[in-house]
């Protein structure tokens, strides 16, 4: 019986257009009413090479890739060897007049008779609209939505190569499962995780980003960059991450609410900068999208191996607090929290993200941005206390920030250890109470943690502990498991540091067997759980091909 999903593959060679026909696609499934999970692999090259846009659909709520594929369209001869061994008992690939499918039908599609060649993914979309059941007129509407105002010269040939597509394919013989229906089409956006976090961070008003294109963090400053005239933001795309780290911290210096975007080659780079703002007290946001190391390792693929890198970044002991999104509302919704608290707490706060969450598109409500909270500015309009003390020692450890030229203050800054007006000092008695001034804003900041999310059976016999991105594949595997008898719980950080234990620690203690899950070769946060709590994850499911994690990993690797 077939599930109420389908995972669709769309595979060929970079160049070939499968992204716009997935996007295409994806778009007009989230028009329709369904839920979506996208999943993108793809090669470090800009033609040929093997690539597949996966698109795993449903019209109830998921939030997890599948492996097994039910349609495989196909654009190279390649695609087929590859994935033909995934099909499922009813799976269908969708190829050229020659076939080389060997166990499963394939609809062999007369491209060149229903189209030029530059066409080719128009036709491959019209099919692939037509066995999902989709409607013809919402595919044209799409498919002109993306393509009217950039290229007004093809929208009638694309629309003629749709129609003409759409009644060759409605009149072959097929022998595969549309979707079930929808019942109610809420209106929802289409949106990968890098789109998420921009828009939260467009929503906590962020003012200045600065970046050195790095795969797979650079859709966000590309997001930033579109809307900057709009929203008022510079976007800077620096000669090297140095700059970018440095033109952050000073446009951040000068008042502009500042983030950088990068992954872990880059970040190795920004660590100095790091411990610049640390140092003085100057809040930064940094996005970290994590990929498989070390060195270029595979940098279009997806790993969760940054998080002690991260967590250690920078020279000398400063506070920090590292958010690690689960959904793109998550990302969303904690970027604003990182923004808010960089301002609060002067200093640099970490956002680390993966090429899954990054590339992965979702079907996500519309935010309300009317009644999200404010952001704090952190920036004071005048001195509450003179003289003027830029890093005033205070029982929080949080000292009063006002501008330079904007008051008849001045504020010095200095990176070397400093006295309260920020002068440069090798008196240890004051550095010693600079550095309890600074560590006391750790204290303050683990009141902020966002607590992990508990879901499942109280008390159970499993309990799967993840974070970051690999929370939508714990939820559904743990759901299966649940649905064969057992009694499982999931554990989700969405914040990885600070780490408080009451906040977790019991549901760990209470459980009779605890697995970490998590997309790395040492089990870094099940390490870090130990370090802080003394608690030891005996067993743990990890993974490290640069694949994403799916359902049907951890239950292959719990032997389930």
């Known amino acids: 019986m077939l599930e109420r999903d389908l995972n669709i593959l769309i595979g060929g060679e970079a160049g070939q257009g499968l992204v716009t026909i997935g996007e295409l696609l994806a778009r007009s499934l989230v028009r329709s009413g369904y839920s ?23 019209p109830d709520s998921i939030a997890a890739p599948r492996e097994s594929v039910d349609l495989l369209v196909a654009l190279d001869v390649q695609t087929v060897v590859l994935h033909e061994g995934e099909l499922t008992a009813h799976g269908l690939v969708v190829s050229d007049t020659v076939c080389p499918a060997r166990h499963h039908p394939c609809l062999s599609v007369p491209y060149r008779e229903l189209a030029d060649r530059r066409f080719a993914n128009i036709v491959a979309l019209g099919v692939a609209g037509v066995l999902l059941g989709l409607d013809q007129e919402l ?43 929808v019942s109610e089409r809420a209106q929802r956006l289409f949106m990968n995780g890098n789109e998420a976090v921009a828009l939260g961070a467009l929503a906590a008003g962020v003012k200045f980003c600065s970046f050195y294109p790095m795969t797979p963090a650079t859709g966000i400053p590309l997001t930033l960059a579109a809307q900057a005239k709009a ?22 210096f000068a008042g502009a609410p500042s983030m950088v975007a990068t992954s872990g080659g880059g970040f190795a780079l920004m660590t100095e900068g790091v411990s610049l703002a640390g140092m003085t ?75 899954f969450f990054a590339d992965s598109y979702r079907a996500v409500a519309p935010f309300d941005v009317e009644a999200l909270p404010p952001v704090a500015s952190g920036i004071e309009k005048d001195a509450a206390v003179l003289p003027y003390r830029r890093y005033a020692i205070t029982e929080s450890g949080i000292s009063p920030r006002l501008l330079p ?24 008695t004051v550095r010693k109470a600079m550095m309890e001034k600074r560590l006391r804003k750790g204290r303050e900041l683990k009141a902020e943690v966002v607590p992990p999310e508990l879901a499942g059976d109280g ?48 549901h760990l203690e209470q459980a009779r067997e605890v697995v970490g899950v998590e997309s790395n070769a040492f089990g870094q946060f099940a390490r870090l759980i130990r370090r802080e709590t003394g608690f030891a994850i005996q067993r743990q499911v990890l993974r490290y091909d640069g694949l994403p994690m799916t359902p049907e990993y951890i239950l292959r690797e719990l032997g389930g």
């Not at 929203?231 to 951040?252: H, K, P, R, T, Y």
């Not at 993840?466 to 649940?482: F, H, Y």
């Open 36 to 58: 979506i999970v996208v999943t993108q692999s793809y090669q470090s090259r800009i033609r040929g090479g093997h690539n597949t846009f996966a698109i795993r659909v449903s």
């Open 139 to 181: 595919v044209a509407r799409t498919l002109d939505d993306l393509f009217g105002k950039k290229h007004p010269e093809v929208t009638e040939q694309n629309e003629r190569v749709l129609a003409e597509t759409w009644r060759w394919c409605s009149a072959q013989e097929k022998n595969f499962p549309r979707l079930p229906a």
């Open 231 to 252: 929203m008022g933001l510079v976007v800077e795309q620096a000669e090297d991450e140095i700059a970018a780290i440095n033109m952050a911290i000073g446009a951040s």
């Open 281 to 355: 007290e100057t809040p930064v946001v940094i996005v970290v999208g994590q990929r498989p190391g070390p060195a270029t390792g595979l940098p279009t693929r997806t790993e969760q191996g940054d998080l002690e890198f991260v967590l250690h970044a920078g020279h000398g002991e400063f506070p920090r607090a590292i958010f690690a999104p689960g959904t793109p509302e998550d990302g969303f919704r904690l970027i604003r929290k990182a923004f808010d608290l960089a301002a609060r707490f002067q200093g640099p706060i970490f956002f680390l993200t993966d090429q």
């Open 405 to 428: 030229g904007v008051t008849r203050h001045l504020v010095v800054v200095d990176s070397d250890e400093h006295t309260e007006d920020g002068h440069i000092t090798e008196d240890l």
């Open 459 to 506: 008390k159970p016999d499993l309990l799967l502990v993840c974070w970051g991105s690999a929370k939508g594949a714990v939820d559904e595997a743990a759901a299966k498991l649940r649905a064969g008898g057992a009694r499982v719980a999931t554990l989700h950080f969405s914040q990885v540091w600070p780490l408080v234990p009451e906040q977790f620690l019991p």
